[in-house]
């Protein structure tokens, strides 16, 4: 049988689609632009997204395991919800689906909710589930690269309390393992919840002290204040997810983005192997200064 992984051609996708591959899964990609979808020949690509209802169900023909992966979108609900419909119709029961860490605690933070919600409705659809809760993204910080390398300041507003970055390859081989778990159990397995985390608990003046020792010159933390952040973003993206942007670091400020006891040896022993630091990004990407 055959895994459908939709938001294939993203930072996390990618990986588990190559992931899967590796470990010999036989994989189906549903990508709006098969153009840009440069996957090994194995791969089979189905063009469509999650609001095309016949692609939907053209791409989940003979599908046993689904990675739901919708992005930060207006619509991103609606998306989730129809697409884990057309999955039922189509007798898909076993999924991982890529939430985030503390959905069940930022809910005014739009797509936090929203990934809360669909959560909910996976448990109440009957679903044998796998749900994946990651934490910020370390890869987030190529978008900033350039204003730590050019202006010595780290400008993400992540507070003192402490953000546990993870690593997507950490996150897309852990997706994949679940995968092969649920492909491959005789029966539907029940929902259980990962919580996605990275080896260091850092904050803000901690990662500036990082890239301080990695670069070998001062930088600064740029400051607990979100109002210059949501107004960066809002020069290249619209303004209502730069507004959500901001309402999630404030609660990155206000609470932190903490793991829980055991979160970390949890994944060391999911993944045989140690968790992908901050430094070792920062160390990974510095020659690009």
């Known amino acids: 049988m055959t895994i459908l992984v939709t938001g294939a051609t993203g930072r996390v996708g990618r990986q588990v689609v190559q992931q899967l591959v590796q470990r010999g899964a036989d994989v189906r990609v549903l990508v709006r632009d098969p153009s840009k979808a440069e996957f090994p020949a194995s791969v089979e690509i189905v063009k469509g997204d999650l609001l095309d209802i016949d692609s939907l169900r053209s791409a989940f023909k003979g599908v046993s395991t689904l990675f739901l992966l919708n992005a930060v979108a207006g619509d991103e609900f609606t998306q989730a919800l129809i697409t884990l419909n057309i999955a039922r119709e189509c007798?898909?029961?076993?999924?991982?689906?890529?939430?985030?860490?503390?959905?069940?605690?930022?809910?005014?933070?739009?797509?936090?909710?929203?990934?809360?919600?669909?959560?909910?409705?996976?448990?109440?659809?009957?679903?044998?589930?796998?749900?994946?809760?990651?934490?910020?993204?370390?890869?987030?910080?190529?978008?900033?690269?350039?204003?730590?390398?050019?202006?010595?300041?780290?400008?993400?507003?992540?507070?003192?309390?402490?953000?546990?970055?993870?690593?997507?390859?950490?996150?897309?081989?852990?997706?994949?393992?679940?995968?092969?778990?649920?492909?491959?159990?005789?029966?539907?397995?029940?929902?259980?919840?990962?919580?996605?985390?990275?080896?260091?608990?850092?904050?803000?003046?901690?990662?500036?002290?990082?890239?301080?020792?990695?670069?070998?010159?001062?930088?600064a933390y740029g400051g607990d204040d979100p109002t210059g952040f949501e107004q960066n973003l809002a020069s290249f993206m619209p303004k209502w997810m730069a507004y959500e942007m901001r309402l999630m670091a404030e609660r990155y400020v206000s609470d932190g983005m903490l793991p829980e006891a055991g979160d970390v040896e949890r994944l060391t022993n999911i993944l045989g192997r140690p968790l992908h630091s901050y430094r070792n990004f920062a160390a990974e990407i510095a020659p690009l200064a």
């Open 91 to 219: 007798g898909v029961e076993r999924l991982v689906y890529l939430s985030v860490l503390h959905s069940d605690r930022f809910v005014n933070v739009p797509h936090f909710a929203v990934k809360l919600g669909a959560e909910r409705i996976i448990e109440q659809m009957g679903f044998g589930a796998t749900i994946l809760r990651p934490s910020y993204f370390i890869d987030n910080e190529h978008m900033i690269k350039d204003v730590i390398f050019q202006h010595g300041v780290y400008p993400m507003p992540i507070g003192g309390k402490g953000v546990a970055m993870v690593d997507a390859r950490d996150i897309a081989e852990v997706a994949a393992i679940e995968l092969i778990r649920r492909e491959q159990a005789p029966g539907k397995l029940p929902i259980d919840t990962i919580n996605l985390v990275g080896p260091d608990t850092l904050t803000g003046a901690a990662v500036a002290a990082i890239w301080s020792d990695v670069l070998g010159r001062p930088i």
